[in-house]
């Protein structure tokens, strides 16, 4: 009878207060059947890995747009390892540009979705990382 | 990582899992369950309900903070509607209590319903005991925004807070039947707004029907000027938001107060004990459904041969309750022969 639902926190780490993009990728992967849990604006990259924790999330995707991923990015990642939660998923999206993702992926984030990104894209990488993990 | 162990020694990751493993129904579950409920009944179960937007994540907010002033370790289940068409959720109650991130005496989750009707998922009590059994000292249940029937909350709590608000007064004579029976404690948020005077009067109103039919006799006969003091269930007002104009003016520690106090009068009264017999009984009696059910399923395999059924109805074969006994007859017959 078991029914395992993949839950997903987005988080905005950072000082912008933009968060549409966050809440249309929330809205989608709700459409797409995942139970994803949002947290507003402002969060710390410790609230973000906390609430990855207690949530028991498999991913957390990350939104920025004030140019402070190279810091609070891989801080996200580092704070779950350290907790013993490195197998959680990390991905961003955001205004990221292209020289910083190899970066980023060396420190642990995953992927990085850029703008015009389609759900589909997002749901392919989703599902194929559940299924390796 | 042995789970309940862990559990109990209050290990956040391990209390998390337990949560999922029960969420997914996962078949570790049970036995999960078992293994830590000679470590529950120690946390006060606090529900909170009320229609959506009345505030209800607010307040649980503004209590965590009185709570942890106190030293008390403080849990919180917070539910929200699963979609129905693609299963999926967006869970936002947490957005108000992330103050409370990084406190490490607070533990906050959410719940999807996942097609659960009442208010709550059908795993929340289950959840619960996990939070219950890692020393929690207050669990509040939080239920997605509820209308008259969503009343599950009250088989799973020691104590309901029924949040309302100004502008849905005329509606509080048609709520008296459903939501306004199950509150232990009632909460006028937002009392800023205009109305919220109107709707003390009628909450209170509606409460003396309530215990003058209840035969409460002390409680007076539901005549005007009742004071809300000499009513069984407190009626405050509240404003949860931040930042409140001015903190001695919101309520939120008076409300803190009506708790303590509604929760030592119903434990001395011996009340909370009756209330959790009653609990009690009615999840025995929906574990008992359920395996009945799967039971049936298993056996009869009842959504194989529903069509088929069906079919026989449709086509004047068979009779509806004909039906139904002749598979239970052979299923007991089936039972009893092995």
Redesign the interface.
């Known amino acids: 009878?078991?029914?395992?639902?993949t839950?997903i926190l987005i988080a905005k780490p950072g000082l912008d207060g933009h968060d549409r993009g966050a809440k249309f990728i929330?809205?989608a992967?709700?459409?797409?059947?995942?139970?994803?849990?949002?947290?507003?604006i402002r969060?710390?990259p410790?609230?973000?890995a906390?609430?990855a924790?207690?949530?028991?999330v498999d991913f957390v995707g990350l939104s920025l747009l004030s140019g402070a991923h190279n810091e609070l990015f891989p801080r996200v990642v580092d704070l779950l390892a350290e907790?013993?939660?490195g197998d959680i998923v990390v991905f961003g999206g955001g205004i990221i540009p292209e020289e910083d993702i190899p970066s980023l992926k060396d420190r642990g984030i995953v992927a990085i979705f850029g703008p015009g990104t389609t759900t589909q894209q997002i749901v392919e990488f989703l599902e194929s990382a559940r299924e390796s993990s | 990582m042995d789970l309940v162990t862990e559990v109990r020694r209050g290990n956040?990751?391990a209390?998390?899992?337990a949560?999922?493993l029960i969420?997914?129904?996962?078949?570790e579950a049970e036995g999960l369950v078992d293994a830590l409920y000679p470590y529950t009944g120690r946390s006060r179960i606090l529900g909170i309900t009320g229609s959506p937007g009345a505030g209800k994540s607010s307040l649980v907010d503004r209590l965590i903070t009185l709570e942890r002033q106190q030293g008390r370790k403080v849990a919180v289940i917070a539910v929200d509607p699963?979609?129905p068409?693609?299963?999926?959720?967006?869970?936002?109650d947490?957005?108000r209590m992330?103050t409370h991130?990084?406190d490490r005496g607070v533990?906050?989750?959410?719940m999807?319903s996942?097609g659960f009707l009442g208010g709550v998922a059908a795993t929340t009590g289950d959840a619960i005991k996990v939070l219950d059994a890692a020393g929690y000292d207050s669990i509040f249940i939080e239920t997605i925004g509820v209308g008259q029937t969503e009343i599950k909350i009250v088989e799973l709590s020691d104590i309901v807070l029924l949040v309302l608000m100004p502008g849905a007064g005329d509606e509080i004579q048609a709520m008296k039947a459903g939501i306004m029976e199950i509150g232990d404690i009632f909460i006028i948020n937002k009392k800023d707004l205009p109305g919220a005077d109107k709707l003390l009067t009628e909450v209170q109103y509606v409460l003396s029907f309530k215990s003058s039919a209840a035969g409460a006799g002390r409680e007076g006969d539901g005549a005007a000027g009742v004071d809300p003091k000499d009513i069984d269930n407190p009626v405050l007002m509240t404003s949860a938001a931040r930042p409140a104009r001015a903190v001695h003016e919101d309520g939120i520690e008076q409300l803190r107060e009506a708790i303590d106090n509604y929760a030592r009068k119903i434990e001395s009264s011996g009340r909370l004990s009756e209330k959790r017999h009653f609990r009690l009984e009615r999840e025995l009696l929906g574990i008992l459904n359920r395996k009945v059910h799967?039971l049936m399923d298993v056996h009869i395999e009842v959504s194989k041969q529903l069509p088929e059924w069906a079919d026989r109805l449709y086509r004047r074969d068979s009779r509806p309750y004909a039906l139904i006994n002749e598979q239970i007859r052979n299923f007991l017959k089936e039972r009893t022969g092995d």
Do not use: C, H, N, W
Not at chain 1, 1 to 5: D, E, G, L, T, V
């Open positions: 009878m078991a029914a395992k639902k839950r929330a809205r992967l709700r459409d797409e059947g995942y139970e994803v849990i949002y947290t507003g969060q710390t410790e609230a973000i906390q609430t924790i207690q949530e028991d907790s013993g939660a | 956040l990751r209390i998390a899992r949560i999922s969420e997914d129904l996962e078949p699963s979609s068409f693609s299963g999926g959720a967006i869970l936002g947490r957005l992330q991130a990084t533990f906050i989750r959410s999807a996942r799967q």
